[in-house]
């Protein structure tokens, strides 16, 4: 029960969420106060700060939010190279520590968030794989397909990237059960 978008126009990363909870094998709903999308501080070495928006578990999230810091990004990493060696392995760790990480015939399994860090967009998924977009824009969560097609549509529009990404999670609340408002929205300011 999810949406999660992150739209990037030219100086900034908007990222934004849904607030419903709930339980999808009794279909029920609980919006809640805690937002799945945050601030992380900039890592040692790192050019920007990191925003997270995840799916999966409030437990990930609170794992991510609270307690965590991100490792030093050594100078010579790229961001994308630096999420895969060292911010996903770290995760990793964090997850096992705060009991969420679970292991299923030997493999380790986290959860799915988007981070806009250092002017791009990134995934990373369950087996702690990291993605990075060729598109402006992404979607996860059970709002996802909805999500991206009203991306899609809105891709050559005049609006911002905010009115896109707040678009994109009310177009997956009119036709997901799952997903609902109100609407977190975290901007990551980035160098042009």
Not at 63 to 81: E, I
Not at 85 to 106: H, I, L, M, N, S
Request: aromatic share 10%; hydrophobic share 45%; net charge negative.
């Amino acid at each position: 029960m999810t949406c999660i978008v992150a739209v990037m126009e030219t100086g900034r990363i908007v990222v934004a969420g849904d607030s419903q909870a709930g339980n999808t094998t009794r279909y029920s709903i609980m919006p809640r106060r805690d937002p799945k999308v945050f601030r992380l501080p900039a890592p040692t070495g790192g050019p920007t700060e990191l925003v997270i928006g995840y799916t999966s578990s409030y437990r990930m999230g609170q794992l991510l939010r609270f307690g965590f810091t991100p490792p030093p990004h050594p100078a010579a990493k790229d961001a994308f190279a630096y999420l895969a060696q060292y911010f996903a392995d770290t995760a990793r760790t964090r997850f096992k520590e705060g009991g969420f990480a679970e292991v299923d015939r030997g493999v380790e399994k986290g959860g799915t968030f988007l981070v806009a860090y250092a002017g791009r967009i990134f995934g990373i998924f369950d087996n702690f794989q990291v993605a990075e977009f060729d598109l402006d824009y992404a979607a996860v969560g059970s709002g996802e397909e909805l999500a991206l097609g009203a991306l899609h549509a809105l891709s050559d529009s005049k609006k911002s990237a905010e009115d896109r990404a707040r678009a994109a999670i009310a177009a997956a609340a009119a036709f997901n059960a799952y997903v609902g408002g109100p609407i977190t929205v975290e901007i990551l300011e980035t160098a042009t």
